[in-house]
C-alpha cells in the first residue's frame, strides 16, 4: 500500500511538472507568434503582448501593484521600419532576416547607385551615404534615434560576387514618443507584507524589419516571461510570507529603459525589495545557468549553490560579476539586491529571425522554476533568521 502510494505520488509529482512545461510552451508560442509579431514597434505587437500578459496576471488571481492597474506607462523615441525594405546588389534581391539587417539607426532611401570597396568587408556609397558591411553572423537590433546615414550588413553567405551594383528601397518611421507599459503585479504575503521578493522579465522584443520580416523572440525573452508567469501562477495558488511581486518590462531592447523608468517613478519602496531575480533567455540550458552580480552577492549565491547540489537541478551554475546586460542593472545601481540569471548551451539563435518557439529546447525549465521557488524559501528563511 505504501509502494502504490509512493508510486503514485511519484505518477503525480512528474504528470504535473509536466503540465508546468505544457503551459510553458503554449505562453512562448503565443508570445513569439505572427500575432505578436516580435513584440516591438509595428502591428501593435509590444501592446498585444502587454495585454496577453495583463490578462494572465488578472486570471491568475494577482492584483495590481499599484492597486489600480497592472499596467505602468510611459513613452520613448525609436526609430521603426514598418514599410517597404528592399535590397538589390549587383541584380539579385536579398532578404530581410536572412541575408541582410540594417543597422538599426538607419535612415530610409530609395536609390540606386554602385559602391566602391574600402576593405575586404566594406564597401561605400559616398552620395547617399550608404555603407554596407559584410557579415558572418547577423543581428538586429532597435535604436532611440535616427541617423543621416544608412547602414547595412550583408551575410557573406548570402552573395556570390563582391558588391557593386546597389539599390535600396527602405522605408523607416521614426516616432518621437512611442507609448509602452511595463506590467507590474504582486501576490501580498501573509506574514511580512512589507517584505518583497521580486521577479522580473522583460517582454518586448525587436519587432519587425520591414513589412514581411518580424523577429520571434522566443528565448530572448518569452522564455523568460513564461518562466515568471509560470511562478506568478504558482505563487497566487500559494501566497508566501513575503509579498511575491513580478514585472514584465517593456523597452529592455532599446537600452533598458522599461526597468529605468521603474526605478525612477517605483510602485512600491525600492528598499522593501529583499531580493530580485530578473530572468531573460532562459529557454536551454545544457551548460547550466549563468548569475551576474553572483560575486557581489556571495551568501544568496552560495544557498543557489547549495539547493542546487542537494536537488541535482542544474548541470552547472556560473558566476559572473556586475555587468549592464539586463534590467537587474538599474535595481543593482538603487542598491536592490538582484541577479540576473540566464541559460546556457543549446541554440546560438540570437537577436535574429531564428530565434523560434519551435527549436528552443526548454531543457532545463522545470529544474530552473524548481530552484528558483525554492531558493525564494530559502531566502525568506535566511532572511528572517537575520
Ligand atoms: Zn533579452
Not at 11 to 18: C, N
Not at 335 to 341: C, D, K, Q, S
Request: glycine share 6%; proline share 5%; hydrophobic share 40%.
Amino acid at each position: 500500500m505504501k509502494k502504490l502510494l509512493l508510486f503514485l505520488l511519484i505518477i503525480l509529482s512528474k504528470a504535473v511538472a509536466g503540465q508546468d512545461l505544457i503551459t510553458a510552451k503554449r505562453l512562448i508560442d503565443t508570445l513569439s507568434s505572427e500575432e505578436m509579431w516580435g513584440r516591438g514597434y509595428t502591428r501593435n505587437g509590444m501592446e498585444k503582448a502587454a495585454n496577453f500578459i495583463s490578462a494572465s496576471f488578472a486570471a491568475y488571481g494577482l492584483s495590481p501593484m499599484d492597486g489600480k492597474d497592472f499596467k505602468q506607462t510611459f513613452s520613448y523615441s525609436v526609430n521603426t521600419f514598418p514599410g517597404k525594405m528592399a535590397l538589390n546588389l549587383n541584380g539579385k534581391p536579398l532578404i530581410p532576416g536572412k541575408d541582410f539587417v540594417l543597422s538599426p539607426e538607419s535612415m530610409g532611401q530609395q536609390i540606386k547607385g554602385t559602391l566602391i570597396q574600402k576593405d575586404s568587408i566594406t564597401f561605400i556609397n559616398q552620395e547617399h551615404r550608404v555603407l554596407l558591411i559584410l557579415k558572418d553572423k547577423l543581428n538586429w537590433s532597435v535604436a532611440p534615434e535616427v541617423a543621416d546615414y544608412t547602414v547595412i550588413e550583408v551575410a557573406a553567405k548570402a552573395i556570390s560576387t563582391l558588391p557593386e551594383k546597389i539599390e535600396i528601397d527602405i522605408e523607416n518611421k521614426f516616432i518621437p514618443a512611442f507609448p509602452a507599459s511595463n506590467i507590474c503585479a504582486l501576490v501580498k504575503g501573509t506574514k511580512k507584507p512589507d517584505s518583497i521578493l521580486l521577479i522580473t522579465a522583460h517582454y518586448d522584443h525587436l519587432g519587425s524589419l520591414g513589412k514581411d520580416t518580424y523577429f520571434p523572440g522566443a528565448n530572448d525573452n518569452a522564455s523568460g516571461v513564461a518562466l515568471l508567469l509560470n511562478l506568478a501562477e504558482h505563487y497566487a495558488k500559494n501566497p508566501q510570507p513575503y509579498t511575491m511581486a513580478f514585472i514584465c518590462f517593456a523597452a529592455e531592447e532599446i537600452g533598458l529603459i522599461g526597468s529605468k523608468y521603474f526605478t525612477e517613478h517605483p510602485l512600491i519602496e525600492l528598499n522593501k525589495i529583499r531580493f530580485l531575480t530578473n530572468l531573460d533567455m532562459v529557454g536551454t540550458g545544457e551548460n547550466g545557468i549563468t548569475v551576474v552580480n553572483a560575486t557581489i552577492h556571495p551568501k544568496e549565491f552560495e544557498l543557489l549553490q547549495q539547493l542546487n547540489r542537494d536537488k541535482k537541478y542544474l548541470p552547472k551554475i556560473n558566476a559572473r560579476g556586475k555587468a549592464a546586460n539586463s534590467d537587474h542593472y538599474f535595481f543593482t545601481e538603487k542598491g536592490v539586491p538582484a541577479f540576473f540569471m540566464y541559460t546556457q548551451g543549446g541554440i546560438a539563435a540570437y537577436h535574429d529571425t531564428y530565434d523560434l518557439a519551435k527549436t528552443l529546447p526548454l531543457t532545463e525549465f522545470e529544474h530552473l522554476f524548481r530552484l528558483l521557488t525554492d531558493f525564494n524559501a530559502g531566502l525568506m528563511k535566511a532572511l528572517s533568521s537575520r
